[in-house]
């Protein structure tokens, strides 16, 4: 005699699990579902005979239809690989300017400038390559060493201040401690200040302005707007590097901060350096 509990009501057999007084019907599973299940079973096993599935000791079975995925990747990259030798070649051949007239060259040195200059430049300069403090914002058009494409190239290809490159560009304001004192250091600062902002105090602006014109309008300019040619920065642009304020200015007046650029044409290259070239010029503030 069976001892299985049948459900009065419906008449189907319980699970024989109960708790606190409630039953599970032993309904089958639909005849569909059962069907669509046992189908899975047979194209898993289908699935592992035609394609690379079961794992060996050192390798995994190939498959009858010998697919790699692998191979695929390999063909892909090669065809793309092939596809831009073409404008790699007219990228070594070409100049910066020849490059940027050319629509197409143009748009794919951008791609390419942009992709390397996440990987080398965007440590310093930012993914978006706004910079931040001591490091250039290069989409403005505030450019210590010129805009234009040819000035561009240059920095990219020697770096700033770079020991490893004769024709890096060098460049390095004195130190003013042992040439002004310290009110006359106050005075430059808020006289340089003063150039794009109000002053603390507008007497010792104009005190400042005499000294600025003795020991700095050499390199910034009288009107002091810099000098590209010498890497003085424009210190009438209210863009600043080093720190901004009076404060800031005294210290870098007093004590200068110099950064350093690494050259990278050895490391990346003639053609990289152009196509970032290309990109830096592209991002909006290039002469």
Known sequence: MSDKHVDEVSGVETTGHEWDGIRELNNPMPRWWVWTFYATILWAVGYAIAYPSIPLLT?????????????????????ARSTQTVYLDQIAAKTVGEIDA????????????????????APCHGSGAAGGPGFPNLNDDDWLWGGDLESIQKTIAHGVRFDGDGDTHVSEMPAFADVLDAAQTRNVAAYVWSLTKTPSDTEMASAGKQAFLDNCAACHGEDGKGNVDMGAPNLADAIWLKGEGEEAIGRQISAPKHGMMPAWSARLGETTVKELTVFVHSLGGGK
């Open 59 to 79: 390798n995994a079975t190939n498959g009858l239809l010998g697919f790699s995925s692998r191979a695929d990747l390999t063909q892909e990259v090669e065809t």
């Open 102 to 121: 050319d629509a197409n060259l143009r748009q794919f040195a951008i791609s390419g400038g942009a992709s390397a200059f996440k990987v080398n430049c």
